[in-house]
């Protein structure tokens, strides 16, 4: 299947000037990805709905089934397109599964850690989460990369260490949940990104849920012989839910694909906001959950932060299209 659009007729034209159909293309490959990414994010903003129809499932099991249904999916979908010999190649090269097996733990704890919050009541601190990961991101670049920030990130930085002092104080408590979704998806996000160029997404989601697969089952079985699970003691729609956790993994990460194949970082970075800002909507108007003025406040000191990051971002964009577009007029 090819990932940009088919070439327009007047292409094949000798007489048809080539300009005159480009930019149509490229404003429909544009679009394209845009969809794919807001039906990438807006799937996973959406995700605590799911997490809730599921009671009364704990987040234990939830995870389990998560990992168990989405590799039963990722086997069919690579028997379908006949892809095993890509998985046992990865099996095979030791610098794509050691990375691919960090990237399952880290995975693994976000999981746990946000399904947990959701269906403890505390989804507004897992959107948090999310709202804070592009700073961890930047911290990352810095820490482990030994990557110079520009002014703009080094105050956006700063305006998030201020945020998650006021939010310590109004929760009264580390806001631990948001820290370790930031921590665990912006490493796994690092690792996946050194490791990425070499795996696709079906590639890289099936050798993770391999890795986590074995613990998972020990993990199913054990709850079923002491009577936690609830996988077949909840009737046939509990049961289907629990087993479409497999495409409901799956889906968005193909659709991540389609639309990181087809946008630029820029874009992708912008469009990463649309899910926390969900998740937060969703804990609010349909789970009621507590806000307290303190909270809003803190809430607003980061997104103050996003606010200088995005500025920083978009300015560098722009400052690289107008180098590249010298560089080529020079040439």
Not at 2 to 28: F, H, I, M, N, Y
Not at 76 to 104: D, E, H, K, S, Y
Not at 108 to 113: C, D, G, P, R, S
Request: aromatic fraction near 10%.
């Amino acid at each position: 299947m090819s990932d940009g659009p088919t070439a327009p007729a007047a292409l094949t034209s000798p007489e048809a000037p080539p300009r005159a159909a480009a930019p149509a293309a490229v404003d429909k490959d544009t679009t394209t990805g845009i969809l794919f990414g807001i039906g990438a994010y807006g799937l996973w903003g959406l995700l605590p709905l799911y997490f809730f129809v599921l009671h009364p499932a704990s987040a234990v099991e939830i995870v389990a089934n998560r990992v168990v249904w989405s590799l039963v999916f990722c086997a069919l979908l690579i028997t379908v397109t006949r892809t095993w010999r890509v998985i046992g190649a990865a099996f095979r090269n030791r610098t794509v599964m050691g990375p691919l097996a960090l990237a399952a733990g880290l995975i693994a704890v976000n999981w746990l850690t946000y399904t947990y919050g959701v269906t403890t009541g505390q989804a507004v601190e897992t959107s948090l989460g999310y709202f804070i990961n592009p700073l961890v991101s930047v911290l990352l670049g810095v820490f482990v990369l030994k990557e110079k920030l520009r002014p703009l990130q080094w105050a956006a930085v700063g305006v998030g260490f201020v945020a998650v002092g006021v939010l310590t104080y109004s929760y009264g408590k580390l806001p631990w949940i948001a820290l370790t979704l930031a921590f665990s998806f912006g490493l796994y996000g690092f690792v996946k990104k050194r490791v990425g160029p070499r795996v696709d997404a079906i590639t890289s989601l099936s050798v993770e849920t391999i890795v986590l697969a074995p613990l998972a089952g020990v993990v199913m079985v054990v709850l079923a012989v002491t009577g936690a699970a609830t996988l077949t003691t909840n009737g046939a729609g509990h049961f289907w839910l629990l087993a479409a956790s497999g495409v409901i993994t799956a889906v968005p990460l193909l659709f991540f694909g389609a639309s990181a194949r087809r946008l630029p970082m820029t874009t992708i970075g912008l469009l990463q906001y649309f899910a926390p800002v969900l998740q937060f909507i969703v804990a609010l108007v349909v789970f009621r959950e507590a806000m307290t003025p303190e909270r809003w406040i803190g809430f607003g000191v980061v997104w103050l932060a996003l606010l200088l990051l995005t500025a920083d971002m978009l300015r560098t964009a722009r400052r690289n299209a107008v180098t590249r577009r010298l560089a080529r007029t020079a040439a």
